[in-house]
């Protein structure tokens, strides 16, 4: 029997309802202001056919060597304000990601007394390694959209 592939989970609570965090997730102007796997990073681009079916292409530039690190996939399951379901597949086969195919993501918002509590699992990866780089980059993800997304302004306000 062939044991699972890896996967990763990573909860937060956030200070919105559910509604304004799924917004967050599927606005490109709101996108382009947190998508950023690590402090100094910036998103230069985000791409949403916000339906079943539908493409996305998101980006984000790393400071120190100027380079454009950018996912797409296909949206599978869009359930507003509760879930969202997508593939995430890397744009040009970056070394680091050698051997992980295409993988799907699925996030999932819970409401929490006044805020969210937000579920992400990751599944599919072909090795423990791959899976170890998107935790840190989803953790990097996670504090940049809490610091970027979600303040008093709707389009966020860097801290």
């Known amino acids: 029997m062939t044991p699972p592939a890896p996967e990763l989970r990573l909860e937060r609570l956030l200070p919105a309802p559910p509604e304004r965090v799924f917004e967050a997730w599927v606005t490109p102007a709101l996108l382009t202001r947190w998508w950023a796997a690590a402090p100094g990073w910036r998103g230069v681009g985000a791409e949403v056919d916000l339906r079943p079916g539908g493409r996305y292409r998101l980006a984000m530039k790393d400071p120190q060597d100027g380079r454009v690190h950018a996912v797409t996939g296909e ?85």
Request: proline share 5%; charged share 25%.
């Open 75 to 159: 949206y599978l399951v869009v359930d507003r304000p509760r879930r969202l379901v997508f593939t995430w597949a890397w744009e040009g086969d970056p070394p680091e990601m050698e051997g992980s195919a295409e993988t799907v993501v699925t996030v999932e918002l819970h409401a929490e007394g006044d805020g969210t509590r937000l579920v992400l699992v990751h599944r599919g990866f072909a090795h423990d390694g791959v899976r170890d780089l998107h935790v840190s980059g989803w953790t990097g993800c996670l504090q940049s959209f809490a610091a970027r997304a979600l303040d008093g302004n709707p389009y966020g306000k860097e801290r």
